[in-house]
C-alpha cells in the first residue's frame, strides 16, 4: 500500500525517510529561496495585472502541492515571466479593464492549464518535454523576454503605452521618452543602482528584495506619492476567499487553446530545468509524475486565488546553490511566503512600480541569450532558422501566436522528421558486418542482393514515400539484381493497412521483374499481420526472415557466394 502511495507522491517518500543531517541545508535554502520568490512573485503579479497578493497567493499552495507529487529534489515552482506573459497577453483584451473580471479569467486559464496538464499525465504524454526542441524554445523565450522588458518600460518611464503590439511601440519610443516623469525614472535608476551595488558586493544575497525594500523605504521615508510616484497601492492580506466566477460563460471559449498551449510551454519550459538538475544531482524524474505534479500544482494556485505556475528556474539554482536537499524546502519556503501574505502585507503598498519593472526588465535579461541563438547558424542551420522563426513570430505576431506557432514548428518538425527520414543501402565489410554503402569503401554490395533501410517506423503518410525510395535506389543498381532485402526492424512498428497494401504492390513490382521481395526482422509480428490482411509469405509472396544475417546466409548459400557473412548469432545491432 505504501508503496502505492510513494508511486502517486514522490516526495512523500522523502519526507518520510528524512535525514536530520539534512535539514541545516535545507532551512539555509528555504530562506534563500523565499527571498528571491518575494519580490518576484510581486513583480510578477503585476505583469500579470492582479493584486500584488495574488502572486504570493501563487508560491503558497502550489509550492506545497509539487513537494508532495513531483519527482523533482530540487525543482521549485511559481510564478514565471513567459507564463504570467501569456496569461497578460489573452486575458488583458478579454477583461476589457474590468480588474475584477481580470482576475477571474486569470484563475479561470490557470485551471484550465492544470486541467490540461493531468489529462496529459493521465494519457502517458511525458514525452511533449521532447515535443518542443531546444531551438524552438530558445526563439519562444528570447522573443517573451524582449517583449516583456518593452511593455515595463513605461513603468519606468512613467507613462502609459496607448499601443498594444510591440513595433508600434518601438515606433513611438522617442515621443515616451520626452513625456518620461522624472521622480519615477529616478525611482526606477535608485532600484537598478541598488540591485547591482548589492549584487556586486553580496551576490548571494537576494538582491532583487534589497532593492525593492530600498526603494518602498524611500517612497515612506519621503513621502514620495505627493510626486505622483506610482506604487502598488493597498494589498489586502489573510487567507484566500474563493470566489466564483462571475462572466459570460462564453467567454471560456476563448481560454481553451490558449491554456492547451500555456501547458505545454510550461511543461517544456519546467521538464529543461528539473532535468538539468536531476542529472548535476544524480537522479532521475519521471516526466509524466512531472506533468500531472504541475497540473495539481496549477488547480491549486487557482482554488487559492492565484495564477498559472511553472518550473522556477532562478529559484530553483538558488536552491541548489545553496545546498537544497530535499523538497522541504519548498514546503519551508512556502510557510515564509504565507506568514507575509497571511499577517505583513501593509509594507508591501509602498512599492513602487518603477522598481517591480526594473525587477521585471532584469529577470527577463536573463532569458535573452542571442549569442547562443546565433551560434546555432554555424552549427545547425535548420536549427537556427527556426530559433529565428519563433523569435520573430513573438515580437511581430504578439506572444500568443508566437507560442501557437512554436506549437505548430514542433509539430511539423516532428512530421517532417517521420515522413522524410534518412535512408540507407546496406552492404557488409570484410568480417561480415553489415555496413552503410558509402564512399568509405569500408563495405561492398553483396552480388546480386539489394539490402535497403528505411529509418522511420512506416505509417499512412509516408508509405508512398518509402515506396518511391525504394524504387528510385533500386533503379540506379545492376540488372544482376535478383533479391530485395528490407531491414524491417526500424520500419514495421505497428500494423497499418496503407503500409500493408504499399508492401503488396511492391511485391507485385518485382515479381513482374524476376526479383524476390525479403524482410529481415520482426518475423513472428509480420507473419501475423500478412494473415491478418491476406498478404502471402514464403514462395507464394513476401520471405520473411527472422533478422539480416539470416537473409543475407541464406541468399549467399542460394547463389554460391562466399561472402564471409557472420552467421546468425552475430549480434543483431547493425553498423551504419
Known amino acids: 500500500m505504501s508503496s502505492r502511495i510513494y508511486h502517486f507522491m514522490p516526495g512523500l517518500q522523502t519526507l518520510f525517510n528524512y535525514r536530520q543531517r539534512w535539514l541545516a541545508a535545507d532551512v539555509k535554502a528555504a530562506l534563500s529561496v523565499a527571498a528571491v520568490a518575494l519580490p518576484v ?29 513531483g519527482s523533482s529534489k530540487q525543482l521549485i515552482v511559481g510564478p514565471d515571466a513567459a507564463t504570467c506573459a501569456v496569461i497578460a497577453a489573452v486575458v488583458t483584451p478579454l477583461a476589457a479593464g474590468d480588474t475584477i473580471k481580470h482576475w477571474q479569467l486569470v484563475i479561470t486559464m490557470t485551471a484550465m492549464t492544470g486541467f490540461w496538464c493531468l489529462i496529459a499525465s493521465k ?11 531546444k531551438p524552438i524554445l530558445m526563439g ?18 512613467g507613462v502609459t503605452f496607448d499601443e498594444r503590439y510591440l513595433l508600434e511601440r518601438l515606433a513611438d ?49 519621503f513621502n514620495l506619492n505627493q510626486y505622483q510616484v506610482t506604487t502598488i497601492g493597498v ?21 481553451v487553446v490558449p491554456a492547451l498551449n500555456l501547458a505545454i510551454v510550461s511543461f517544456v519550459s519546467m521538464m529543461l530545468t528539473a532535468r538539468s538538475f536531476a542529472a548535476k544531482n544524480s537522479y ?16 491549486a494556485s487557482a482554488i487559492s486565488q492565484g495564477f498559472a505556475v511553472s518550473g522556477a528556474d532562478s529559484r530553483t539554482a538558488v536552491n541548489d546553490a545553496n545546498g537544497g536537499k530535499t523538497q522541504l524546502v519548498s514546503i519551508i519556503a512556502a510557510a515564509i511566503i504565507a506568514i507575509i501574505a497571511i499577517f505583513f502585507t501593509a509594507p508591501l503598498e509602498y512599492i513602487p512600480s518603477a522598481a517591480l ?28 532558422y527556426l530559433a529565428l522563426t519563433t523569435l520573430l513570430a513573438v515580437l511581430f505576431v504578439g506572444v500568443i501566436p508566437g507560442i501557437t506557432m512554436a506549437v505548430l514548428l514542433g509539430l511539423f518538425q516532428f512530421i517532417r522528421t517521420v515522413m522524410r527520414p534518412t535512408d540507407q543501402i546496406l552492404g557488409v565489410d570484410i568480417n561480415g558486418v553489415v555496413r552503410t554503402l558509402d564512399t568509405s569503401d569500408k563495405s561492398k554490395a553483396v552480388q546480386g542482393l539489394f539490402i535497403y533501410r528505411f529509418n522511420s517506423p512506416l505509417t499512412y503518410f509516408n508509405a508512398s514515400y518509402f515506396k518511391r525510395r525504394l524504387l528510385t535506389e533500386y533503379a540506379r543498381q545492376d540488372d544482376d539484381i535478383k533479391c530485395v532485402i528490407i531491414d524491417a526492424v526500424p520500419c514495421f512498428t505497428h500494423l497499418d493497412l496503407s503500409v500493408m497494401a504499399m508492401l503488396a504492390d511492391l511485391e507485385l513490382i518485382f515479381r513482374k521483374r524476376n526479383v524476390r521481395l525479403e524482410l529481415a526482422g520482426r518475423k513472428r509480428q509480420l507473419l501475423a499481420w500478412f494473415k491478418v490482411v491476406g498478404i502471402k509469405s514464403g514462395k507464394e509472396g513476401i520471405y520473411i526472415h527472422s533478422d539480416l544475417y539470416v537473409a543475407l546466409n541464406k541468399n549467399s548459400h542460394n547463389q554460391g557466394l562466399n ?4 552467421t546468425s548469432t552475430a549480434p543483431q545491432s547493425t553498423q551504419v
Not at 123 to 133: E, R, T
Not at 235 to 255: A, D, M, Y
Open 123 to 133: 494519457f502517458k504524454l511525458g514525452v511533449l518535454a521532447d515535443f518542443l526542441s
Open 284 to 299: 532521475e524524474i519521471d516526466a509524466d509524475k512531472e506533468f500531472r505534479a504541475l497540473g495539481m500544482a496549477n488547480i
Open 357 to 384: 519593472g526594473v525587477v521585471l526588465i532584469i529577470a527577463s535579461i536573463s532569458l535573452i541569450d542571442l549569442k547562443t541563438l546565433w551560434q546555432l547558424k554555424y552549427k545547425d542551420k535548420q536549427a537556427f
Open 235 to 255: 494589498v489586502t492580506g489573510g487567507l484566500p476567499l474563493f470566489q466564483t466566477p462571475e462572466f459570460n460563460i462564453g467567454i471560456v471559449r476563448e481560454l
Open 563 to 566: 561472402i564471409g557473412l557472420a
Open 173 to 221: 519610443a522617442p515621443s515616451y521618452i520626452t513625456q518620461s516623469h522624472l521622480p519615477t525614472l529616478f525611482m526606477a535608476i535608485f532600484t537598478a543602482f541598488s540591485y547591482l551595488l548589492i549584487k556586486r558586493i553580496k551576490p548571494s544575497w537576494p538582491s532583487a528584495m534589497f532593492a525593492i525594500t530600498f526603494a518602498a523605504l524611500l517612497v515612506w521615508g
Open 41 to 69: 512573485a510581486i513583480a510578477y503579479a503585476q505583469l500579470t495585472g492582479v493584486n500584488a497578493a495574488v502572486g504570493l497567493y501563487s508560491c503558497v499552495l502550489p509550492m506545497l502541492v509539487y513537494a508532495l507529487f
Open 140 to 157: 519562444l523565450l528570447n522573443g517573451v523576454a524582449i517583449t516583456i522588458i518593452v511593455g515595463q518600460i513605461s513603468k519606468v518611464l
